[in-house]
Each structure stands twice: as C-alpha cells, then as structure tokens.
C-alpha cells in the first residue's frame, strides 16, 4: 500500500490509508527524504489517522524519517495519532522523542506556519 | 478449540495478517476498542520477533473459557535459533537484532498472561492471554 504525497505549497503531506507493512514504511521514508528536496518543501505532515497499530518498528521508523528530513532542512510533523494507539504506545514504552506532533491536519499545518514565521524574522 | 485462527508468518507482510486476524477475533468476544488496538499491537511485536530471527513460525489465536471469564490466547512458535537468555531478552532496550528492544518486554507489559519458553537451535514459543473485563 503506497502512502499518497502531496505537495501543498512549501509543504508536504503524506497521508497514511491504510495499515502499512516495514517495507511500506521504508519506502515512505526513502520517499520523502527525496522529494523534500526535489520540491524543496520546508515542512512535512504525516497524518496516520487511519493507522491503529503503532508498533516499536512504525515508531522507529518514524523517529528516522523526521530525523532525516530535519537533516535535509525541513520539518516533520506527525498528525493523528489516536487515543487507543497513544495509549498501547505509552504502555510498550514507545517514544517519539524529538519528533514533533499534532492532534489533526489542521493543526500540523498551523504549527509549521508558526514554525516559519517565527524562522523569517 | 473452537474458533482457533492461524497464520503462517513467513515474511514482514504475515505480521500485517497476523494483527488483523488477531483484532478480528478478539473485536468477537467484546474487547473495547483501546484492548483491540494494544492485542493487535502485542501480536504485531511477538510475529516480527518470528520474522527477524526465526524467518518462518506460525500464530494461533483463540478465544478461551476459564470459570466465568472469556479471552484470547495467542501463541506463537518458530523453529528458529532460539533465545539463549531469556531473561536478558526480556529487558527493555536490550536486541541483538537492531531493533528498539522492546519487543518481547514490551508485548508482556500490553498482556495479562505472558510467557516464553525457548531452546538454542530448536525454537521458540510466546504465549500470551487478555482477560476480558
């Protein structure tokens, strides 16, 4: 299952349809770490509203991917986390330490419009 | 046992089977929606045990009765190296595999019942149980 991208403006979004095996994952990762600089976007959403299972391999992955991106000179934001999924991520002691987050679209999107504001002064 | 489901994990996208089949059943018996999300979680982490070490095993799943209350029982065996120290693979943090380290530690925490019998070179076997509240 291919995570479809978007390019909205400066940004990318990467929204997650559907339960995604390792290798979807990776390929999100090598995806996004390509295009950030191809369309030289400056923030990137991943919305995984739609996934329900967050396990060590997703978590780390996700850690990697904005780690990487951060590296590239963008943000990564991660949006939609739901309540079930937070809770089993708290109690297998999962982290997205450093990696920022959102509750939904919307508010990812607010967040890296702040983010860049506040960098242009 | 009646409703016994099992999936045979040989690759990463069984552990994607694996989770579903187990939500699946366990969504059967009534657990809450946060319960359907941590057993399919708990599965998710013992199938890529099987697949990272072991390369091929299986997953049984059903639900079971004891006096008056229900679960689900998953069990999952391989024929693989097996784990030398088990206490030590039961640590947070600790893989020789290049994961997080918690997989197995992390499974124990999301169940009720957790246990794991293993032998060098002749395979490894995870039973875990969620009681229904």
């Known amino acids: ?121 | 046992m009646a409703d016994e489901v099992r999936v045979s994990i040989n690759s990463e996208y069984d552990i994607v089977t694996a989770r579903l089949k187990g939500r699946d059943l366990a969504a059967k018996l009534g657990f809450s929606s946060t319960e359907l999300v941590v057993i399919a979680t708990a599965i998710s982490e013992i199938a890529r045990n099987i697949v990272q070490y072991a390369k091929h095993g299986e997953i049984s799943m059903s639900i079971i009765q004891q006096g008056s209350r229900s679960g689900i029982i998953i069990t999952a065996r391989d024929k693989g190296p097996g784990i030398p120290n088990i206490n030590l693979a039961m640590q947070d943090g600790y893989s020789t595999g290049g994961g997080l380290g918690l997989g197995l530690p992390g499974a124990k925490r999301l169940m009720d019942e957790f246990e794991v019998t293993s032998k060098v070179g002749s395979g490894t076997t995870v039973t875990m149980k969620k009681w229904l509240r």
């Open chain 1, 1 to 121: 299952m291919l995570v479809p991208i978007l390019k909205q403006g400066d940004y990318l979004i990467a929204s997650v349809q559907s339960e995604l095996s390792d290798e979807d994952l990776l390929k999100l990762r090598d995806e996004l770490v390509k295009r950030v600089g191809e369309l030289r976007s400056r923030g990137v959403i991943i919305d995984v509203t739609a996934l329900y299972v967050m396990d060590s391999f997703a978590t780390r992955t996700l850690r990697a991917i904005a780690h990487m991106i951060r590296l590239r000179g963008a943000e990564t934001i991660i949006v939609g986390i739901q309540p079930e999924v937070a809770f089993t991520m708290v109690q297998l002691g999962l982290k997205l330490e450093g990696v920022m987050t959102a509750l939904d679209l919307e508010e990812g999107l607010a967040y890296l419009q702040t983010l860049h504001t506040s960098k242009r002064r």
